[in-house]
């Protein structure tokens, strides 16, 4: 089953609009990480945040993680034409903290 | 660094046949892993290494999956006999351990049984 579940499945906005991408687990963590896939494409890192931390900055991307409730959220800013692509979160859990479980994604795109 | 580097990108084969995907990870990391993508399942983790020595290949789907990491710098993922429902992109990335910067992936194979 899926560690992580990524929310919406699919978003659709105009460029200069901020992307907001929701991520669930449902086991104790370690870290989690969110990776970009662009179409035909292997995943790319973007960001990690530890089960200690509670938001993190990267450029354009922010990333909180609420280990109450289990969920962590990926924000982009000013998005652009070039973010359209598929995101992905991954959780490592704190057994065995490199194998890295994904969810299903969030395909999204960004139109001019 | 060249990154994770996959061969072949695309593989066409029949059922029956063997199908070895290959993969060289980056100089110095010593985790290595290997995912299959498909629309319905997502991405699935089959079997990692660490320092060459398989950790967990409880993802591998049945017998017909095999995998080894004869050295540092090599992996192989292996299906025989491959069946249709094997078709999907297989992913290889590779870690280090003490690394914040996650996996980095290569390019995929993607897989067409027919």
């Known amino acids: 089953s899926q560690q992580g579940e990524e929310d919406p499945q699919a978003l659709s906005i105009q460029e200069g609009e901020n992307a907001t991408m929701n991520c669930s687990y449902k086991t104790s963590i370690n870290n989690l990480q969110w990776y970009r896939q662009n179409s035909g494409r292997g995943l790319v890192h973007l960001i990690l945040?530890?089960?200690?931390?509670r938001e993190k900055h990267s450029g354009r991307l922010r990333v909180t993680l609420d280990t109450s409730k289990k969920s962590s959220s990926l924000l982009i800013t000013a998005s652009r034409a070039a973010d359209t692509a598929s995101y992905f979160c991954a959780t490592a859990l704190i057994q065995g903290a490199q194998k890295l479980v994904f969810g299903q994604g969030t395909r999204l795109t960004i139109n001019p | 660094d060249a990154g994770v580097i996959q061969s072949p990108r695309h593989e066409v084969t029949e059922m029956g046949q063997e199908v070895t995907l290959r993969c060289k990870p980056i100089?110095?990391?010593?985790?290595l892993f290997w995912y299959r993508q498909t629309m319905m399942r997502g991405l699935e983790l089959l079997i990692y290494?660490?320092?060459?020595?398989?950790?967990?290949d409880s993802g591998m789907p049945e017998d017909r999956f095999s995998a080894k990491m004869p050295n540092a710098s090599f992996s192989t993922l292996k299906i025989q006999p491959s069946e249709p429902r094997d078709s999907a992109v297989y992913f290889c990335?590779?870690?280090?351990?003490?690394?914040?910067?996650?996996?980095?992936f290569g390019s995929g194979t993607r897989l067409t049984v027919v």
């Open positions: 990335a590779s870690s280090f351990d003490r690394s914040s910067r996650g996996y980095t």
């Open positions: 290494f660490n320092n060459n020595v398989p950790i967990d």
């Open positions: 945040i530890r089960s200690n931390e």
């Open positions: 100089s110095g990391h010593d985790y």
